[in-house]
């Protein structure tokens, strides 16, 4: 909050050379204070909402004009101290010299679900051993030069930090661990580069380089030597009395992107785009532990463990595209794109795994053990792509368009050996085409607006786990205006499968959504919306324990309901609206949200503001998510 609120000053510094001699100027700030009352599962509530106490920006604006070093000049913020997010922008410009914007973003995440990936909540353990508290910060600087020259100078920098604390666990010794600690990663990423207006050819040229680096620490938590297990091993009690992990890495990317678009003819456009990145990955991973452990795999009691791994990945890809665009006689016109696409992902690691004081079952000293995997793996994918677009003219209000398109696949998998623990080929040359059948229709008819459009891949065969024999999808949107009323709907459905054995990989799903806003009068307006959802997923997955086959399945079938009203005037200003999701999948839960704000103006661009919210979650299976949350926030508003 601090910081966000220094920052905010140095922006306000920065533009005041530019305030007295500024012809126009317009400040809007509303500042205010809110809290927050909360019955039921504060974790719940944290992880999807987290509005808190305290301070809350709603709004700064400050916009100037005709300054000493510049034409426009805007400074806006809204957010932090109660709310979970914040964010700031500045921009200046001055006509064919220069524009400039910072922007900066703050939020707040917090998961600590209850039931979700938590094993032990029947015997009630609350939240998930699985649980993060962080903050993201993110800072944006661009810079144009010479805007709508023929040669313009382009920069600029990104800053990104991600910050957080949590627990997870660890499963050592034939027992899991809960784990305390935190993880720490940045991003820095520069580009320059130069765009062209060349008349009838455009273009752009940018040279990026991106760095990431990250950290991760965790230790034994205070008080979790005895494990989730309590039960004996072997006769033996399983427990740790240290454990201690730190992972590093660092990624390197250097990436080149170009995009130019030439007017050929009056009837002829050609663009095109070219993307590089050649992305390098190193980590390393160190954990030590002692105790009183047992391994099945090796037969022994143990007292300590110590791991130690390298690890190197690269991943060169790039991707290029050509676009032609024709206007043809009596109105036709025709696109036909042509692209390829080339991934690489190779890797390596070293793993050292040492097993400390050993004993076997029948109690011989047996020392150390060290076991040693080295590792190779590699994907290339090589894509061509090829689609042709005809759209008609408009007979009376209706017009029509058809593609087809084809794509090209080339896989080469190498897998190691060691990695292998289900018996079959995995690795090999594998080839794969996707054609691709596309319709539409339009009409537009004065106050009514329909477009409708069907597309249908079909694939030759099955390469990786998640690629489909055959796509269908569905859309269709509906839009119309009578005097006050508009109404507007969209609908969507989609089917993919493959049915290939062991695998079994089927996807369905349908969407339809209504609204309906009126309009009375220029100050007061009311809408209302519903929609309905359903979705079905299912694949074959292999269990990690035992290796054994068994069926995932995930569906989701459920409503959304809107509805609100505003009005508008300059004695008062107020809107109010309702929000509600059910959902009776394999999930099931309800969520909604009402609101409520008004604001009255007083004398010398004073005016005062009051809102209030309430947020509602339940979950069908397992109440003890459950909360309602409550929120009131009162406003001091400036405006001049």
């Known amino acids: 909050m601090k910081k966000a609120f220094a920052f905010l000053a140095f922006l306000l510094l920065l533009a005041w050379p530019g305030l007295l001699p500024a012809q126009e100027q317009s400040t809007t700030l509303s500042l205010g204070y809110q809290w927050v009352t909360l019955s039921g599962s504060q974790e719940t509530y944290r992880s999807q909402v987290d509005e808190d106490d305290g301070l809350v920006l709603d709004q700064l604006h400050l916009n100037l004009t005709d300054g000493g070093w510049f034409d426009t000049l805007n400074l806006s913020a809204s957010g932090f101290g109660g709310s979970p997010t914040g964010s700031l922008r500045f921009t200046a410009a001055q006509r064919q010299a220069y524009r400039l914007s910072l922007n900066y973003h703050r939020g707040r995440r917090v998961s600590e679900l209850l039931d979700f990936a938590n094993p032990l909540a029947g015997a009630g353990v609350f939240p998930g051993q699985h649980t993060a508290h962080g903050v993201l910060d993110r800072f944006d600087l661009n810079v144009e030069l010479f805007p709508g020259k023929t040669i313009m100078p382009l920069f600029s920098y990104q800053y990104v930090r991600d910050r957080a604390e949590g627990t997870t666990t660890v499963h050592l010794g034939q027992d899991e661990f809960l784990l305390g600690g935190s993880t720490f990663y940045r991003t820095h990423e520069f580009q320059a ?9 455009d273009a752009v040229v940018l040279q990026g380089w991106r760095n990431q680096d990250g950290k991760s620490r965790f230790a034994l938590f205070p008080g979790a030597g005895q494990g989730n ?33 030439a007017r050929l003819a009056s009837f002829a456009r050609l663009s095109g785009r070219y993307v590089y990145q050649d992305t390098e990955t190193d980590s390393r991973l160190s954990e030590q532990a002692a105790g009183s452990l047992v391994s099945f795999k090796l037969q ?4 300590g463990f110590a791991e130690a791994a390298l690890g190197e990945a690269k991943a060169p890809n790039w991707r290029g595209e050509g676009k032609l665009e024709l206007t043809l006689p009596a109105g036709f016109a025709f ?21 400390l004081g050993t004993i076997n079952f029948s109690g011989y000293q047996g020392g150390d053990v060290t076991k040693l995997l080295t590792a190779r793996t590699a994907l290339t994918r090589d894509e061509k792509e090829s689609v042709g677009t005809l759209v008609s003219p408009r007979f009376g209000p209706v017009s029509v368009w058809a593609s087809f398109g084809t794509t090209k696949q080339e896989f080469t998998i190498e897998p190691d050996a060691q990695e292998i623990v289900v018996p079959g080929n995995q690795g090999g040359y594998f080839e794969r085409e996707v054609d691709r059948l596309g319709a539409g229709l339009n009409v537009n ?26 796509s269908k999808k569905l859309r269709a949107r509906a839009q119309v205006k009578l005097g006050i009323f508009e109404l507007a709907a969209n609908a969507e459905k989609l089917d993919a499968n493959n049915d290939i054995p062991n695998n079994a990989y089927d996807v369905s799903g349908k969407d339809w959504t209504a609204e309906l806003r009126v309009n009375p009068t220029e100050a007061f307006s009311f809408w209302g919306a519903y929609g309905k959802f359903k979705t079905d997923t299912s694949i074959v997955i292999r269990r990690p324990e035992d290796f054994t086959l068994a069926s995932s399945l995930y569906s989701e079938d459920g409503s959304l309901k809107e509805g609100g009203l505003s009005y508008r005037s300059k004695a008062f200003v107020g809107e109010a609206g309702y929000w509600k999701l059910e959902n009776e999948g394999s999930r099931g839960l309800s969520y909604d949200r009402a609101f409520a704000r008004v604001e009255v103006p007083l004398e010398s661009g004073l005016g005062l503001g009051f809102e209030a919210a309430r947020y509602k979650y339940e979950q069908t299976a397992f109440t003890l998510a459950n909360y309602t949350a409550k929120r009131y926030l009162f406003l001091v508003r400036y405006q001049k």
């Open 193 to 201: 580069g130069v765009g062209l207006h060349l008349g009838f050819l």
């Open 229 to 261: 297990n309590r039960r004996p091993v072997l006769d033996r009690d399983v427990t740790l009395s240290s454990f201690k992990r730190s992972n590093r890495y660092s990624t390197d990317a250097p990436y080149t992107t170009a995009v130019v678009s």
């Open 300 to 303: 022994r009691f143990f007292q």
């Open 335 to 355: 696109t036909a794109t042509y692209g390829q696409r080339h991934r690489e992902l190779s890797g390596w690691s070293l793993l050292q795994d040492t097993y």
């Open 445 to 470: 008819a004065g106050p009514f607006l329909l477009s409708v459009d069907y597309r249908k891949d079909s694939a030759d065969r099955v390469v990786l786990r998640t690629d489909v024999l055959e």
